[in-house]
């Protein structure tokens, strides 16, 4: 990925142009120190003035009042607000008339920025002010006070939080005046620029000491540049939060949103003061100290699928290449390519009227829709359809171009979505809830409606980021996620009423993926690859977790990788330097998968001894404890030495009942209650006692024998048993009562037990005649 640069040969300004914003993603309006606005047209190359200012007005900034309030567009008439060195603010309209001026610092107002509704705007001035102001211009409040400049001010993503300049430092201050202000030492030069991201929610900072830095919200240091040639004079982010510019004399960098550089362009433009993104994120404008406005596009993107490398060659053209037999294809497009994505044999591309679908098979005949908005800010995709979002929704649409659903929610900012927070499987959506990112709302991908009662699902912790399996029937859908303190956890997405059990299965995660054609989950673990090749296995027996790991270790990756793909054995990471990791996995357990979900467990055993690897047998025995498979589990816990298992394995398969032998299994997976609740609607209450003196749960053991009068002298003899061996006294008051009434006789309780047993046997058999019968008619 890299800038190409476009620069007039003689500057339209005569003197510093000090800053630069897009109307459209075509129309840039600059302001220079010579009192001129300029428009810019980028489809026509025209240049045109629009108004002359005042000889005392010498413009900063320039902002626009926001396009789209929380994903609507607004109604009224364009505006932007322009700060001057004469201490005031003016509110201008499009065609460059000033409704307003406004007294609003002493000194130059360095800076003004309309917040992300456009419901208040905030100065910042060289008296070291910082001022809160109404959409019309009034004064709210005085933000804060210091002894020096600011020089640059930032609205955080909920536009609830202000982020400043103070000399060296930064300084986050909430608009509440009782919560807490967080500042922190950021730069060894004055610090003389800052941006704010919503999608990312990072923080960009430059300054004299010639580095750019990026930090998280709380002013944690992630990224800090070497040292350059000259101070960083302008940084912006792009909208969606995955690049970021950064401006200085007679240089241009593009950078990931990790801090590496992808280009870095020496135009001839003095220093850069200003720099702007069109709202597509394809665009970029600086405003040059020696009257030039610079613009740049973004060009050579790369995507990669199996056997496919796909580059963005021109703003409409991109180039198709098969590394398998070097053919290459070449695809244009009517208008400039805004976003693309590659996955599942499918090439999506929204370009800013239309959306291009092409098969892997044939790039020759692609499938076009036009879309409603355009700026297309994210594009997922799964193995049945793809999920556009763009400031106005979501969209799910087939390969076939047929828009499946739309889901709504309250307080739904399109905008500001990104791929950690959404995740698409062939039946699900998942978001995660901006206003509160405990939540995770979950929604029915055909019908755009949310899931079982509507309820969303709801985490302790804010949720950092959200990953849906994308194989296997819908009604095993599974989610991972993870949190703020990193912790990866995983759960059920369709629950039937229960509450959702949400299981723990790895800490210290910092990026994940799942495997695109089995439920295989991969994430980067502390300091090494990790993959959970059956995580479902926590559901069934969390101690075999552990045992159906496979790491690789991490001394071969550089600091912080992030994943970026795993397709088929092939996992794709990218280094915190920028530059692509490729690490493969056995392929053994992708086909275990495909041999469980086809019920083919002889084929699994043989697979198992042929590989003759420890993991793969205890991924086998947890696949066949979920499909209640008792014969294999029970050689597969047999292979990894779980004796005790086999055992009760065994103890199951002696069940008289089919309702014991399924009692006794959910209590092999931990469910007690379930196990419980299976055998009481059985009517087998004395099995559903038992299991409860077996576990020590004594209270409940009596008051189900309390609760169906029988058994009473059972409980009571068991529990006199178990004190006698521990040489205890009975002090729990409800036994004490009862051991008052009742006789306990060992072989009058032996007897019963047997003639239940029995009775059960009995009842078993019955049943199978019934059925044998039925199934002869």
Not at 68 to 73: A, I, P, Q, R, S
Not at 228 to 251: H, I, K, M, R
């Amino acid at each position: 990925m890299r800038l190409k640069t476009s620069l007039l040969q003689e500057p339209k300004h005569k003197e510093l142009v000090s800053c630069v914003g897009w109307t459209t993603a075509d129309e840039l309006y600059s302001c220079s120190e010579d009192h001129q606005i300029l428009k810019w047209n980028l489809l026509t190359s025209e240049t045109s003035l629009v108004v002359r200012l005042p000889e005392d007005i010498y413009p900063i900034d320039l902002h626009w009042f926001p396009k789209t309030l929380g994903g609507k567009k607004q109604n009224q008439t364009e505006i932007f607000v322009l700060t001057s060195t004469d201490g005031k603010f003016h509110l201008a309209s499009k065609m460059g008339r000033i409704e307003k001026s406004v007294e609003a610092h002493k000194g130059a107002v360095l800076a003004g920025r309309w917040n992300y509704d456009g419901t208040a705007l905030i100065t910042a001035g060289e008296d070291g002010q910082i001022k809160i102001w109404s959409k019309s211009g009034m004064l709210r409040s005085t933000l804060a006070s210091q002894g020096s400049p600011v020089y640059s001010v930032a609205w955080g993503p909920d536009s609830h939080r202000i982020l400043y300049t103070s000399g060296r430092q930064l300084v986050i201050k909430p608009l509440q005046p009782s919560a807490k202000v967080i500042q922190w030492k950021a730069h060894d030069g004055v610090v003389l620029k800052v941006d704010w991201n919503s999608v990312n929610d990072l923080i960009l900072s430059g300054g004299e000491d010639c580095k750019y830095k990026v930090w998280d919200s709380f002013g944690r240091l992630l990224y800090s540049s070497s040292s350059n040639d000259y101070p960083v004079t302008s940084l912006s982010w792009a909208p969606d939060g995955e690049v970021f510019s950064v401006g200085s004399f007679n240089t241009l960098r593009l950078c990931d949103k990790t801090g590496w550089s992808y280009a870095l362009e020496k135009p001839n433009t003095g220093s850069v003061f200003s720099l702007a993104w069109s709202a597509d994120g394809t665009q970029l404008a600086g405003a040059c100290g020696n009257g030039h406005v610079v613009f740049a596009h973004v060009v050579e993107q790369h995507w990669e699928w199996k056997n496919f490398v796909i580059t963005l060659t021109k703003r409409r053209t991109m180039q198709v290449r098969n590394v398998m037999n070097d053919a290459v294809d070449v695809l244009e497009f009517r208008d400039r390519v805004i976003k693309a994505s590659l996955a599942y044999g499918h090439l999506v591309v929204a370009t800013s009227l239309q959306c291009y679908v092409y098969n892997s098979r044939n790039w020759n005949t692609p499938l076009i829709f036009d879309l409603k908005e355009g700026t297309v800010s994210l594009i997922l995709q799964a193995e049945k359809h793809f999920l556009l979002v763009d400031g106005a929704g979501l969209y799910t649409f087939s390969y076939e171009g047929r828009l499946i659903s739309s889901p709504k929610f309250p307080g739904m900012r399109a905008d500001i979505l990104n791929a950690q927070g959404v995740a698409l499987s062939n039946d699900t959506i998942a978001i995660r809830d901006k206003s509160d990112e405990k939540v995770i709302l979950l929604f029915d991908a055909l019908t755009g409606k949310a899931l079982g009662d509507g309820k969303p699902l709801t985490h302790k912790l804010e949720v950092v980021e959200v990953a849906l399996d994308q194989s296997g029937p819908s009604n095993e859908r599974k989610i991972a996620l993870i949190d703020k303190n990193r912790d990866l956890y995983l759960t059920s997405v369709r629950h039937l009423g229960r509450e959702p059990k949400i299981c723990k299965i790895g800490s210290m995660v910092h990026s994940m993926s799942w495997n695109d054609a089995a439920n295989i989950l991969c994430g980067v673990q502390d300091n090494q690859l990790t993959v959970w090749y059956y995580p479902s296995t926590v559901f069934t027996d969390k101690d075999l977790l552990p045992k159906t790991l496979y790491i690789r270790d991490g001394s071969e990756f550089s600091r912080t990788p992030h994943i970026l793909s795993y397709v088929g054995t092939k996992v794709t990471l990218r280094q915190g330097d920028g530059s692509l990791v490729y690490s493969s996995v056995p392929p053994y357990p992708a086909l275990l998968h495909e041999y469980s979900t086809s019920a083919r467990w002889e084929d699994a055993l043989r697979l198992c001894r042929f590989a003759k690897d420890q993991s793969l047998w205890a991924c086998l025995a947890g696949m066949a404890m979920a499909n209640r498979e008792l014969t294999t589990a029970e050689m597969a816990y047999a292979a990894i030495g779980e004796l005790p298992r086999v055992q009760y394995i065994n103890f199951i398969k002696e069940q008289p009942s089919k309702e014991s032998s399924l009692a006794h299994m959910l209590m092999f997976s931990g469910q007690v209650q379930e196990a419980e609740a299976t055998l009481l609607q059985a009517g087998l209450i004395y099995q559903a006692i038992q299991v409860n003196i077996d576990l020590f749960s004594w209270e409940r053991a009596l008051e189900l024998a309390v609760k169906h009068k029988t058994h009473v002298d059972t409980v009571l003899a068991y529990r006199q048993k178990f004190l006698q061996k521990f040489g205890r006294k009975e002090t729990n008051k409800r036994f004490v009562q009862y051991a008052e009434g009742v006789e306990v006789d060992w072989e009058k309780i032996q007897a019963k037990i047997e003639m239940e047993l029995s009775k059960e046997r009995e009842r078993a058999a019955n049943t199978s005649v019934r059925s044998s019968v039925a199934s002869r008619r």
